[in-house]
């Protein structure tokens, strides 16, 4: 089975690791010390550079502390303006490189722009990460360079200006070529010209056009002084100023490629701009260590400037593992599972009981069926206890375990619960990713749904061998006794399974509060019913209230199981039905049986 979480590269490390390359921040005192990048220049406390041009120190007869500094283009002499385009554009062309190159700007275009540049918590973050990204592969080809930043604010009045030596837009190889000529708005001078390049394919070639609009910007330099001046309290004033104004005004007066979210990210101007904005962002958290973490308070990790904890491959692969979405004309042919067995065009299972479709001999197009639990057989409902037990204790899976759980702990509650555009596809993306981990013990496993509207008036239930609450090996133990609240029946009772240290250890806790929920069949069959156009409505209902609901009556700790997801998969097969949404589609696949 292919993993299905490989489109992108923004992954957890990244997400909290935002002091890279110190974004461009200054340090205080220092002095260039020329080329003397040995140790045996080496006098003790002294500032020098390494042979990248790394900012050091020296301690002990070695250079240690070494860290990157940006510059402002226009401050930048020829010979390290020359050194950064030609970096630029070896990564475009050359082959060597390209694929990465060409992964970073599908990156941004394939991220939902209303995801990357309409919402606060992301925009920062993200952007910082590409930067990141991007300077690393620029140093492959020379590990001198860093990434400029353009400071536009200097020139707020006459941005567009290319007739002095060290503007932006000089027609010399030092600069990046002017406004676009002729109907096709192309460039046509300076190192990107159309006789010298082109965009990528993936953002829809031909050649890098502009068309400029002779409009002052908004952002000057009093402007940017009085947006770095707000205080802490008004982050999100800030951060809709750099994003809204600053950013978007630049995009739409430079027009042509940077013009539009899709091509944007393949234009050489983009880079210096958004370095820029990063450089406001690093501006803001310079001011106060409060202001370091500023909107982002859940996260601990000193090195992180603020940001969020997300797999961005979820950000934009909304469809993953095709979302549940169901496979019409499934029939289940027992475990006939080799092509030996195999009839043209026939279902059948394969080795892990994915449902697989029998192709010129061989079985094709496989893909999952997670199922309901209180409906899963007895030994179907072991089976995924069991691998959940090896995971969370096995010391071969428990790091990986214990990262997953840090994920949701460790992610601000705020983004992963208030914000609409985060809750499913984050959850999603844990979801499979715990699937993927349990399978690693037992292919056959997938993750079961708990459909909770069939017994609302009484969830709470487990007297009967299928409920969820089950004291037996095949169920999850009922309520908690005690003052200390504790479960002592069933796999996961105090004497046989404890809470990760991450989460506080000791026992799984459960205190039940025996009141119906508010989802029943009819509640959620309603929700279900609602049009497109009330996706928001449709969102909340699940995420306020039914999501938060079962955590608030079971209280305590609450055991996973998959239940929010099962109402997700039904609207989205309502929205494939009306044919109104667009779908990914992945190499492999989960689907919900429908009962």
Known sequence: MKSTCRPVLLCVSVLWSFWLSDGGQERKGLREYGTRSSPAWCKEGSHVLNRCEEHCRCKNGKLVNCFRVRKEFTRMDTKERKRYINAYKTVSVDARFKLDYQRLVAAHINAPDKLLHTTPVIFFPWHRWFLVQFENLLRR????????????????HHWWRGSR???????????LGGDGNGWDECVEDGPFSKDKWNLLNVSGG?????????????????????????????????????????HGELHDLIRGTMWSSMTASNAPEMILHHSFLDKLWVKW????????????????SKKMPGTVLLCVSVLWSFWLSDGGQERKGLREYGTRSSPAWCKEGSLVLNRCEEHCRCKNGKLVNCFRVRKEFTRKDTKERKRYINAYKIVSVNARFKLDYQRLVAAHINAPDKLLHTTPVIFFPWHRWFLVQFENLLRRIDCRVTLPYWDWSRVAHHWWRGSRYKDIW??????????GNGWDECVEDGPFSKDKWNLLNVSGGGCLMRNFKYVALTGNTHHVRRTLSLPLKDFLQFEETVRSAYHGELHDLI????????????????????????????????????TFPRH
């Open 165 to 175: 030596y060290k503007d932006i837009w000089n027609p010399g190889q030092h600069g």
């Open 206 to 246: 031909g050649c890098l056009m502009r068309n400029f609009k002779y409009v002052a910007l908004t952002g000057n330099t009093h402007h940017v002084r009085r947006t770095l001046s707000l205080p802490l309290k008004d982050f999100l004033q800030f951060e809709e100023t750099v994003r809204s104004a600053y």
């Open 470 to 479: 089950n004291p037996g090996q095949h169920g999850l133990g009922g309520d």
């Open 285 to 300: 958290q310079e001011k106060g260590q409060e202001y370091i973490k500023a909107y982002y308070p859940d996260l601990p």
């Open 141 to 156: 080809i020379d590990c001198r360079v860093t990434l400029p930043y353009w400071d536009w604010s200097r020139v707020a």
């Open 555 to 590: 209280r305590a700790s609450t055991t996973f199981t998959v239940n929010t997801t099962a109402v997700y998969k039904d609207c989205q097969r309502i929205s494939v039905k009306e044919k109104s949404l667009s779908r990914t589609p992945f190499n492999s696949a989960t």
